[in-house]
């Protein structure tokens, strides 16, 4: 992402798909984030930035959580988060080894 409005707008997308997803009304947001519903739709929009502060709150009104990633670790965390294969797990899928069948008791 280059500017800060594409920024804004992708953050901005992100958070309305969020709600979307959660059934929730801008001015329900609003209200578990703690703002008014204009300075909310200001922000999902992209028409408005927000501080840091002010985006916790929004993430977690959405069930969300925020965290800093390294920006050389941002393919690695695409790539965990796009849909995969059966034939292409993602790292943090564990499967038993073929030798056991994924039972922990003894061979008799």
Known sequence: MGSESET???????????RLSSALTQEQVADLAGISRPRYRDIETGTAAAR???????????????MLVPQA?????????RPHDDDDLPAFVS????DDHGSNLPRT
């Open 8 to 18: 804004l707008l992708e953050i901005g997308r992100l958070l309305r798909r969020a």
């Open 52 to 66: 840091v502060t002010t985006l916790i709150n929004i993430a977690r009104a959405l069930g969300l959580e925020m």
């Open 73 to 81: 670790m941002i393919p690695a965390v695409q790539a965990l988060l």
């Open 95 to 98: 499967q038993p080894d073929d």
